[in-house]
């Protein structure tokens, strides 16, 4: 034990509600908010005294520099053995959604088709739509991973006539927290390959492992080397607030990121590229214990769903904090997330806008204390009395 108190259960419901963010505004107080991807913690120790130094020097003009894309590549390294991330194939970016659209612009042209996994992370079809693609679904499986033969019917489809397709991979996989494995990523590098697919990764949930589960980045499997991935320290450190996010693109698309327009640089914030660099760089030990607080509210969680709403199906998943519920045998009248908010006063976030596959579950967001967890539970267990 090196003494790391866990992150989640520093904070009281009292001081959470003093807070101004999304999570916590949204709904009236009556309401117990368990959605958005927002961690009920306090900053990581070195993040808040990287601000505070950065704060005390008035350091707050633009950002400058390759320091964010080094922790990285170091954090890489040590995290999950690879050493491929080159720091001068990087660029900073305002934030992940924001990099994804960027990345999309290299490799796609107006009206291409993005092909997505649903159900997955709902701004990709607004972000994708907004920017004038078409989002194709291709669905997950019903174990919650990637089908390969819907992808390879998908690609085929997609590569039709003069479009330049693309594919927006979610690795880990927001909603249902799988896990690709080195081999599915592989398969997805060469079915890509095939059809002339270009892959951008969303990595952001990559540092939220569960126990025994290993993080592959996508850039480090053969004949991913045309791939562009975003990487960042916001969903794991809960930086959201703090807008900054890294590309990093493969040796073979090296090219394509030296085309990002120079002022696309200038979005992120130079405090956020200092309190991400911090928390990659000096974060790990709060990292560790935050983990091991997230593999008990998975533990937590299932065994309270079992004994209260045993008809709900949860499947622990292999990473990111969030839990996707299968509320379908409740066979409820409507969105069973309404349900649980105007009857029980527990805010999750519907399974609907997560496109094709999400009717009928809930996103539950467990990063927040064992007691609200609980609580969350009870709420939604006196919704259906
Ligand atoms: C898969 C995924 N991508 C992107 C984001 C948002 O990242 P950012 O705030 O850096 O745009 C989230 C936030 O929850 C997410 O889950």
Known sequence: MDGMPNPLRRLTLEQLRR?????????????????????DVPLAEPVAQAIRDAVALG???????TAYAEALADFASKRWDWDGLAVERTAIVPDVMLGIVE????VSGPGDPVVVNSPVYPPFYQFVGNMGRQVVEAELGADGRIDFEVLEDVFGRVRKGTARPAYLLCSPHNPTGAVHSAAELADVAALARTYGVRVVADEIHAPLMAAGATFVPYLSVPGAGTGLSLMSASKAWNLAGLKAAVAVAGPDAADDLARLPEEVGHGPSHVGVIAHTAALRD???????????????????????AEALPAVRYEPAQATYLAWLDCRALDLRGDPADVFLERGRVALNSGVPFGTGGAGFVRLNLATSPELITEAVRRMAAALD
Not at 25 to 39: C, G, H, K, Q, S
Not at 103 to 106: E, I, Q
């Open 19 to 39: 807070r101004t963010s999304m999570k916590w505004r949204t709904y009236p107080e009556d309401v117990l908010p368990l959605w958005v991807a927002e961690m």
């Open 283 to 305: 974060g790990g030990a709060w990292l560790d214990a935050l983990l091991t607080g997230l593999d008990d509210n998975r533990r937590l969680l299932a065994q309270l769903l």
């Open 103 to 106: 990345m999309l612009k290299l």
């Open 59 to 65: 350091d707050t003009g633009y950002p400058a520099g």
